[in-house]
């Protein structure tokens, strides 16, 4: 049941671009802001955002066991298929990255940091000052945002059913509510500590399947320094696997330009945009190929 939902979900996101009208977050920023006004709720302690992401969650899961044999397990399939896609990334990455690739083929510069402001979760501008610090972020947040728009989920809701998924996907949108400041100060650091747990295992499972479509060698010599060792978070880690396949695959990007290594880099800066989603779409076909090969095999 969970490969069919998967795969259902996978193929509906990828076909829609977005699922803006199921994915509807205001009621859990009102939530989360009705619980802040409770002072037996101290900013200081763990309290409310436990609140916050648990309450839903349980919910979900007493109603998941409400619906227990009841005919024959289709309501239970229909409200894991539903949870699901309101648990997969938010936005049009497709469009999205169709308007920075627009804005590399122009070479424009100050159009390209806005529209690269997109990838960001806050929505924030980085700090790049020039076309290669610029790539460099980019790189690192489309990566991440494929993580976490496909991968993160596909492997909760394996491993904890629809009660997974959603957790993961409420933790991500916990930091983007808006509280006042001493309570956003107080929440930060916790939720940012519960997201790196939760995303330290299948970040490193994303490592070896972009190993096995991209360079094997290269991937895996970067996912060996880093399997223990993190001081960068999932997307530094993401960023480091991908780099690390595409610069071992720069004789295959420079062959598709004619081999002219004095090619414009504006050429040189779409073509590695486009190998970048073709890796990740070709990271995501393998992992389902392993999902059901576990099916199979369990």
């Known amino acids: 049941m969970k490969f069919i939902v998967i795969v259902l979900g996978i193929l509906l996101l990828q076909r829609m671009g977005s699922l803006a009208a199921l994915q509807q977050d205001r009621w859990f920023s009102g939530w989360v802001v009705k619980l802040s006004g409770f002072k037996w709720l101290k900013p200081d302690s763990c309290g409310r955002p436990l609140l916050s992401l648990l309450v839903p969650v349980f919910l979900l899961v007493f109603t998941l066991f409400l619906l227990d044999d009841v005919w024959f397990g289709i309501p239970i399939l229909l409200l894991s298929f539903l949870v699901f896609l309101y648990s997969l990334g938010r936005g049009d990455l ?58 993160a989920v596909m492997f909760w809701f394996i491993l904890a059913g629809a009660p997974g998924a959603l957790l993961y996907r409420l933790v991500v949108l916990y930091s983007g509510v808006t509280l006042d400041e001493e309570q956003q100060k107080a929440d930060s650091q916790l939720v940012k500590r519960w997201l790196y747990l ?8 994303l490592g070896l399947s972009l190993a096995f479509v991209g360079n094997f060698t290269a991937c895996l010599t970067n996912w060996r320094s880093t ?68 099916v199979i095999l369990i």
């Open 227 to 294: 399997l223990l060792v993190d001081s960068t978070g999932a997307m530094g880690v993401i960023g480091g696997y991908v780099t690390a396949t595409l610069q071992s695959g720069s004789g295959a990007l420079d062959s598709d330009i004619g081999g002219d290594m004095d090619s414009p880099g504006a050429i040189k800066r779409e073509l590695e945009v486009t190998e970048l989603k073709a890796l990740f779409s070709r990271t995501l076909i393998f992992s389902l190929c392993m999902v059901a090969f576990l």
């Open 94 to 151: 497709k469009e999205q990255i169709s308007g920075y690739r627009d804005d590399l083929a122009r070479d424009d510069l100050q159009a390209a940091y806005h529209d690269a402001a997109e990838f960001n979760s806050a929505n924030e501008e980085g700090v790049a000052e020039n076309w290669e610090q610029l790539q460099t972020e980019v790189r690192s947040a489309i990566s991440y945002r494929y993580f976490e728009r496909y991968f």
């Open 198 to 205: 939760l995303e330290w295992l299948p970040t490193r499972l």
